[in-house]
């Protein structure tokens, strides 16, 4: 069983930052990608940045420049660093991790998310 947990999230001024933090825990032998995606209200889930293990990283063009996304293996730990907030960056933030076990079964896993809200 894998568990993965945000936190980080919280309320934030236009111009502001938050670290988003995503943990993992439970049956991992190995974890490739990592990523952050996001879901407005009445809107669907949009990607925001995707990590390898081996440090390629993709950011949608909406946070390009201001969201850094990074990754702590040996933690089993994926971060979003979200600088310069915008009201339209009010989203619920989930993380994703495509983990293996330990017999060599690979999914993609979701964490349950945490709220960012944007506003003055």
């Known amino acids: 069983q894998v568990q993965l947990v945000e936190s980080g999230g919280g309320l934030v001024q236009p111009g502001g930052s938050l670290r988003l933090s995503c943990a993992a825990s439970g049956s991992i032998f190995f974890i490739n990608a990592m990523g952050w995606y996001r879901q407005a209200p009445g809107k669907q889930r949009e990607l925001v940045g995707t990590i390898t293990r081996g440090g390629s990283i993709t950011y949608a063009g909406s946070v390009k420049g201001r969201f850094t996304i990074s990754r702590d293996n040996d933690k089993n730990t994926v971060f979003l660093q979200m600088n310069s907030l915008k009201p339209e960056d009010t989203a619920v933030y989930y993380c994703?991790?495509?983990?293996?076990?330990?017999?060599?079964?690979?999914?993609?896993?979701w964490g349950k998310g945490t709220l960012v809200t944007v506003s003055s």
């Open positions: 994703k991790m495509t983990i293996s076990d330990y017999v060599g079964y690979s999914m993609d896993y």
